[in-house]
């Protein structure tokens, strides 16, 4: 019996990694195909919309846990993303996701086995089970065009943790996204709803970028945000 116990919990496991390396697959195919320099194709999903569809559906079933972080968090991650472009197409044409009601908020979405806003996935999700991951704020992506680039691929176990990591260095680097002025730096407004992400463990928003930098921001210039552009991040 003790035997048999072993061999259906290695059975199990054996497809459960099946299943999860192929569900990554997929979704690194749909992001391949419809993200380009940061931007999504909505228009042609909306006309051909079965890749999506068939992703979500999968979406939808899977069941991962935060006790395997690379799983949970590339699942959710692209769970994140994947629900943001659905959100969309079902409403495109759209100037911006501010324009739908309760896109962020009420919006539910069935994924992972459970009913979700967006929201809900960020900060009780993913924030919930890992609150020192501030790295979350530059992979997920919210649809609007001052959001950091919405990669095209697919976010997987294996490569999770790089992929985050070279994210927030983009970004962090970015001259549009941190925005130097003579003596003050602008910060995208994200580190101002989100300040306490950001500066745990560190004394300002300059040390915490300075950490990912590769041309240290001086510690005397004035902090100040510019305002986010809420523009669909469209072609």
């Known amino acids: 019996m003790r035997q048999l116990l072993v061999l259906l919990m290695f ?8 299943n999860n390396s192929s569900y990554f697959e997929k979704a690194d195919e749909f992001f391949k195909t419809y993200i380009e320099n940061g931007k999504v194709k909505y228009a042609e999903i909306k006309q051909n919309p079965k890749l999506l569809s068939d992703l979500l559906t999968e979406t939808k079933k899977m069941k991962v846990s ?9 699942f959710w991650i692209n769970a994140y993303n994947l629900a943001v472009i659905d959100g969309i197409i079902k409403n495109y044409p759209v100037k911006s996701p501010l324009d739908i009601k309760g896109f962020f908020d009420v919006q539910k979405h069935s994924l992972g086995q459970q009913s979700v806003t967006l929201d809900e996935i960020e900060h009780k999700i993913l924030f919930g089970n890992f609150p020192e991951e501030s790295r979350f704020h530059f992979v997920l992506v919210c649809a609007a065009r001052s959001c950091p680039p919405l990669i095209s691929e697919a976010y997987k176990p294996d490569t ?3 992929q985050m990591h070279r994210q927030t ?3 962090l680097n970015n001259p549009e996204f941190i925005q130097l002025k003579k003596d003050k730096v602008l910060f995208s407004e994200i580190m101002k709803w989100f300040k306490d992400d950001f500066t745990k463990g560190v004394k300002s928003l300059i040390d915490y970028v300075n950490q990912h930098r590769k041309t240290p921001i001086p510690e005397t210039m004035e902090i100040g945000f510019y305002e986010y552009n809420w523009e669909l991040n469209d072609f």
Do not use: C, G, R
């Open 11 to 18: 059975s199990y496991t054996f497809l459960s990694a099946q």
């Open 66 to 74: 935060p006790e395997n972080p690379k799983v949970f968090k590339a």
């Open 160 to 162: 999770v943790e790089d």
């Open 169 to 171: 260095e983009i970004a």
